[in-house]
């Protein structure tokens, strides 16, 4: 072991400083090793590591069969594990040409939003955590946990739901459901007042977060980053409004873009992102409408030969399901191209030329999830 | 009139001799119970506060509401190991908690809880509190660097380096207080807010000093929004990393010290320290003021600052060291340094209350 | 709006063919001509190609595939670029000059395929640990074999 870790060491000069962050770091998010070269304060140099939690998903979804491989799934990007499954269940219900019931359509689309939601409070809480204010942590986790009662009544489960089925969902909402997604929806927009007088207008968290972290809008679109990270610089790409799936063709909100492309810039999209998603959460709950929650698929699922794309926005950004199919009851192919693989690109640019407070400032509004990096 | 019974009576045991050092020892005693007893309860009034903030309810089950989680936590600390890093310089590794703690001990001498409990009422008090307080840099320093971890060596720069700065923005704004009173002695200053409170006599020179000085003082606690030195979510995790055990109970134990020493002199300085609080041409309440003993008064005020302090630190995100310097050598050394000049004549003129 | 880009396609590339990748047109370049390719798909007006979206590969033994999934950010349309490689010899210019994403992309198949891109600055195996034997996500890759035969060599198995 110790000779590979040896050579990467990133070549110094005798002033220069290197550190490693991470694996095992508070504020990694997860299980990212940089290396960084420093001379003093400055970051100089930066050069990530991974494959600590590499659990060869697409490897092993080659030997399971379509129903099997869409619960590893949930286990990418596990704040958005809600919308990872149901990329999954697009691609082949796509494959196979089969009909959602409208209902599924919209069930499918409300636990989607629910878990933006949810992603988007822990994400605000932890920034808050890393900036050394440790409060708005319990505030975030005070909506929360109403959200993930929800999820525990309807699927059995708190974070990986595994809700979505090929064909529609696997059981039908609860009877509590409608009642306790409107009593939690009232609850946060009296509340969401408390995110913004703990965290964004304080002066000494705007001082740490604007004008830190720069990423142009060329620089953007040339590292392929997608979500609140892009639409931060200025990209307008939310696949909710570019290829609508499920039942967004039908419910109006908008796209949040900034121009900054700051780490405030992209905190203020998130937030603003929370407050789009209790407005589609809004517009469905009241006409879910009636019907079958499933379409029954009989028998071996099996797709015929050629290759099927799905994409949908997660909570980070674009995840792009590329199946390849040989005909058999077993993927001969998957890619999930994640949308923090190619966030993690924009670490570098954005942090070179600044100080080590900053990175964490940076890594804090990139939202970086490592296992989504990783699979 | 009880010092001079327990007086009395170990002249009679002791002699006279001997009598005097056993005094001090006894007395040394009482102080160094009396710290441990505001440590525990300061201990215990954080952890509640910060989960009150926090909409929980913090510590509960270690004795009745939890009173008890300090000495579970002090119990457990004495049972872990205290290890030493391999290539640590082992004196200076050894010596440095027992520094820092010392000097936030020694600091207590000069204060006056009430009119007749002083344990030294030396006529350079303010002065006196102050140096001795900046003996306690050299203990962070020598942690860090004995540790023999580059962490530890960066954190301890750090702190060193804000502490350093801290103390000259601190230390105008205590002198404006003693310019305005005319006294270096913690009963002078006392005696001279009979008739007020600096923080309502000296207005508006006062209360730039009063900001000032809570500023300066946490950021001389090293805590928060100034705690970048020992912050886990930095890279560096703070000069008394390698610590475990006991030697760490030292260090957290001279940080809560040191947040009581710099409340008791804020108190003293500004808000009156034991006198009560008299309004003018108001005798009934007055007189009602005057019944509540004066230690009553000048613990209640020390809470109060206490409570202060607290609620920054659970409230405010973390300063980054630039803007944590900058923020003492641009904005509040000049403040400061205006303020005193103002202060200065303000006293000339006699505009006071 | 702009033509749609099968048209523009035709016209640029006259020699190559258009077929479709799921729900995308695809062409198929060989890899000496992936270079001048990806110039002319990155700066023709009508094409202006700035999105590398994804870089893969599928093992079709006994050749290999490597993916481009490009998008236009300007005019809206999207193309899927394939190369194929024979086992023999996987080597195949790096488009990192193109579009910096590629950087992490081409470290990733490198690593799962044992695709060498020339050009690239900082060629490392990603995911696995640098003396890992083997490329997994090809299909003659036997998973348990390769991570049994690493723990003994290590000395990391228990029994």
Known sequence: MEQHIESHIIQSSDDEFIINVGPQHPSTHGVLHLQLKLDGEKIVDLRPFLGYIHRGIEKMSESLTYKQFIYLTSRMDYLSAHINNQACCLVIEKGLQTEVPERAKVIRTLMAELTRLASHQLWWGSTGLDMGAVSPFFYAFREREMILEIFEETCGSRLTMNYCVPGGVMNDIHPDFVRKVKQLIKQFRENIHEYDELLTGNPIFQSRTQGIGYLSKEDAIALSCSGPVARASGISCDVRKKNPYDAYDRVSFDEIIATEGDCFARYRVRLEEMKQSMNIIEQLIDNIPTGEYRTKIKGIIKLPVGEYYQRVETARGELGVYLVSDGSNKPYRIKFRTPNFSNLGALKPMSLGGKIGDLVAIMASLDLIIPDIDR | ?353 | MSQPVEEAIKKIFPELTLTSWAQFPAIEISRDSLLSACEKLTTHPDLRFDMLVCLTAVDRTPRLEVLYHLRSTTHGHELIVKTELDESQLEIPSVVSFWKAAELFELEVYDMFGITFTGHSDLRRLFMPDDWDGYPLRKSYKASEVADNYLKSHQLLIN
């Open chain 2, 1 to 353: 009139m009880m010092i001079h019974w327990i007086g009395q009576k170990l002249n009679d045991i002791f002699g006279p001799l001997w009598a005097p050092y056993v005094g001090y020892i006894l007395v040394g005693l009482v102080i160094i119970t009396l710290v441990v007893v505001m440590a525990v309860i300061s201990i215990y009034l954080e952890r509640k506060i910060a989960a009150f903030m926090q909409m929980r309810l913090g510590p509960m089950r270690v004795g009745k509401w939890g009173t008890l989680q300090a000495f579970a936590d002090v119990f457990k600390l004495m049972l872990k190991e205290s290890l030493t890093p391999a290539q640590a310089d082992k004196q200076l590794f050894h010596i440095a908690p027992y520094l820092v703690l010392t000097v936030s001990f020694l600091a207590f001498a000069p204060i006056a809880f009430s009119p007749t409990l002083q344990l030294w009422d030396m006529n350079i008090g303010v002065l006196y509190i102050t140096s001795i307080s900046s003996v306690g840099v050299i203990g962070i320093l020598m942690a860090g660097w004995s540790s023999n971890n580059k962490y530890s060596l960066l954190g301890a720069m750090r702190s060193g380096a804000q502490i350093v700065s801290y103390e000259l923005s601190a230390g105008i704004a205590i002198l404006t207080i003693v310019m305005m009173s005319g006294s270096l002695s913690v009963s002078g200053i006392i005696q001279s807010q009979a008739d007020g409170w600096w923080i309502f006599k000296g207005h508006i020179p006062a209360i730039i000093a009063f900001v000032i000085f809570a500023i300066a003082s946490t950021a001389e606690l090293n805590r928060a929004p100034f705690d970048l030195a020992e912050a886990e979510q930095e890279l560096t995790a703070g000069f008394h990393t390698e610590y475990s055990g006991m030697q760490f109970a030292m260090f957290f134990l001279a940080e809560y010290t040191n947040m009581f020493i710099v409340s008791m002199l804020g108190t003293t300085l500004f808000l009156g320290g034991w006198m009560p609080l008299h309004i003018a041409n108001w005798e009934t309440f007055n007189h009602l003021m005057d019944k509540i003993p004066p230690f009553l008064w000048f613990f209640g005020k020390v809470f109060i600052s206490l409570f202060m302090i607290i609620w920054f630190r659970w409230t405010f995100p973390r300063l980054r060291i630039d803007q944590l310097l900058k923020l003492e050598w641009k904005y509040l050394l000049p403040i400061g340094m205006v303020n005193l000049v103002i202060g200065a004549i303000v006293t000339w003129l006699g505009w006071i209350f």
